[in-house]
């Protein structure tokens, strides 16, 4: 008899536990997605790509164009309740080969891409704190990079508030290890840094400012050697029917890594898109970034998406031209809607160093192609790059280079409660 009734109670304990649980949902939402996204790309006519890198060089008679795929395999979570919002993505990338069939262990690329959690504080704010990506704007300066593999997150708490037209976010990080030391002898990295952003938003005209600062430690001198710069600017569209202008201005001042000073260092652009018709976009733009000079190092463009701009190919900016001459990059080209989800873009880009020291840098011819099935999508590009004559007529060194991929991407939606 008590077995019997202990068991019943069991059973309501259960139902009740159960009951509450689909409540909870019920009144929150929560999604379960993935990601699976190869690309196989092509570094053709040598492109000197050592070990398969970017980014390119100029190549030399000794090299040969080689094939490489990688992969983007993720699993993302999202659970959103009244109060909070709870986000999860844990993503390995991986190159085809990279590990032997029967290994026990893998290649030590998978990790915690991003895990946040945005808490509402109010009507128009909330805080958002974790790992995740910052991006704004064009993401000239701080930008997801989704087109590598691995992309790019920031450890950091960020404020978010909006009301209306405008919002304004103020965020900051510090990387720290097992101590105060936090080494960053890369560009793309740093001990801390604090931001903010503001933007007003109307119908036909879109402004932004951002401005940031950034802290630099050197570990190989006991962590003194400290060094600062800071980067401040306005982004700004405009629409006027068929015709859209983008165009930003960015300066830097105080010091890169090593102490190397930085003293008035620009960047600006300008862009337009008109819609000639239903299916044909014309594309025009001019960017000019300050190389080094006498007295000061030149503006690196920090955190940005770098692979959207200056040619896909990623010659300038991705890895290399850290400190060297700048860059002028005027460029033109179009899109067309070939209909059925597809498009087809051509972009044709000529360099110059900003200091005119090596005035010509070359030329380049960006073709993609995208097309949307129902369930996935399938993207491809061709890029070729022309030397420019003082190095293509230097004996043992290619005049061109060139590059071709394709990459699928497939984004299923495994569960999702806020469609039940």
């Known amino acids: 008899m008590l077995k019997s009734k202990f068991k019943n109670m069991k059973k309501q304990y259960v139902l009740i536990a159960a009951f509450a649980l689909v409540m909870q949902f019920a009144q929150a939402q929560f999604t379960l997605e993935g990601e699976f996204r190869p690309r196989s790309e092509y570094f053709g ?27 983007r ?7 959103t309740s009244e109060t909070y919002t709870l986000f999860t993505s844990f993503q390995e990338v991986f190159a085809f080969g990279d590990r032997p069939q029967i290994a026990t262990n893998g290649n030590g690329n998978f990790r915690v891409q991003e895990a946040w959690a945005d808490l509402k504080l109010g009507e128009s704010s909330t805080l958002k704190i974790g790992r995740q990506p910052l991006s704004y704007d ?33 965020g900051g990080a510090l990387n720290t290890t097992t101590d105060e030391v936090y080494n960053t002898s890369a560009l793309f990295s740093y001990r801390d840094m604090v931001f903010a952003r503001a933007n ?20 190989n001198v006991d962590g003194a050697n400290k060094s600062s710069l800071v980067t401040a600017g306005l982004h700004a569209d405009y629409k006027a029917g068929a015709l859209k202008l983008s165009s930003n ?24 898109t008109f819609k000639a018709s239903d299916k044909i976009t014309i594309l025009a733009g001019y960017e000019s970034i300050s190389g080094r000079k006498d007295d000061s190092a030149a503006f690196f463009p920090l955190y940005g998406t770098n692979h959207k701009f200056n040619g896909l190919i990623d010659r300038f ?32 880009h000529t360099f110059k160093e900003e200091s005119l020291d090596k005035d010509n840098l070359g030329s380049e011819i960006d073709i993609v192609f995208a097309k949307k ?4 999508k399938l993207v491809t590009g061709y890029s070729h790059f022309f030397e420019p004559s003082e190095i293509a007529d230097t004996p043992g060194v290619k005049s061109t280079q060139n590059w071709g ?16």
């Open 73 to 79: 395999a993720a699993l993302k979570a999202k659970y």
């Open 373 to 376: 099935f129902k369930e996935f």
């Open 405 to 420: 991929w394709a990459m699928l991407i497939i984004k299923p939606k495994f569960l999702n409660t806020a469609n039940k």
């Open 317 to 348: 900016y991705v890895g290399n031209h850290g400190n060297a001459g700048g860059l002028n990059d005027l460029n033109f080209g179009a899109k067309f809607g070939l209909g059925k989800g597809s498009a087809l873009t051509a972009k044709f």
């Open 138 to 170: 064009d993401q000239r300066i701080l930008g997801g990079l989704g087109w590598a593999q691995q992309a790019r997150t920031h450890d950091a708490a960020v404020y978010k508030y909006k009301k209306n037209t405008f919002s304004l976010d103020i």
């Open 200 to 219: 007003s938003k109307g119908e036909k005209f879109n402004i932004s400012f951002l401005g940031l600062i950034n802290t630099f430690q050197d570990s």
């Open 45 to 71: 006519n040598g492109g000197n790509f050592t070990g398969g890198s970017f980014p390119a060089q100029t190549a030399t008679d000794a090299d040969e164009g080689f094939i490489r795929t990688s992969v």
């Open 249 to 272: 201005i960015f300066i830097q001042e105080g010091e890169r890594i090593g102490g190397a000073d930085v003293k008035g260092a620009l960047l600006y652009s300008l862009d337009a």
